[in-house]
């Protein structure tokens, strides 16, 4: 990169991070693997964070503090493609719900969901890892495998809203 009097954007050192370079780790579901056991992602998103406010009331002016950290859910949209034998996001919903036993296991039993631990991973142009974001106790909220169209011939996706504790940056 040529240093065209932009300062620290010039340095040799300094990567732009590019939205196209990524993988959200989610065990037996999507990301690393052998390929035939995982749903490779199409796109989502880091996470967003806001702060609940905290109203101060004084004679004359309110003032505003920030609260709890309440963290958005993510949206993550993975092709559907077929690995041998089962549906991958449909298994693991039947870790918490199986629809054709009509089983709900609480949270509470030894057999409930396992919120599971996921990792973001962005790479540079080499693929080394330049940033990692965890998302702790990652359960997905909303499943959906979206509708078809015998006019379009694109591919079929699956959309998973991923609700999370918290996350941060390894």
Sequence with gaps: MINMGLGILGGQSICFKRKFRWLLNINDVS???DGTRVLPPEKSARPSLSFKEIEAQHLNETVYFAGKPEWKPINLTLYD????????????LKGKYDPKEGIWHRPSTNNGWKKQKVDL?????CGNIIETWVYENVWPNAIEWGELDMANSEYTTVDLTLRYDRAYIK
């Design 31 to 33: 990301g690393n693997g």
């Design 81 to 92: 493609i077929n690995p041998p034998g089962q549906n991958l996001v449909f298994e693991w």
């Design 121 to 125: 991973e962005m790479y540079d142009g």
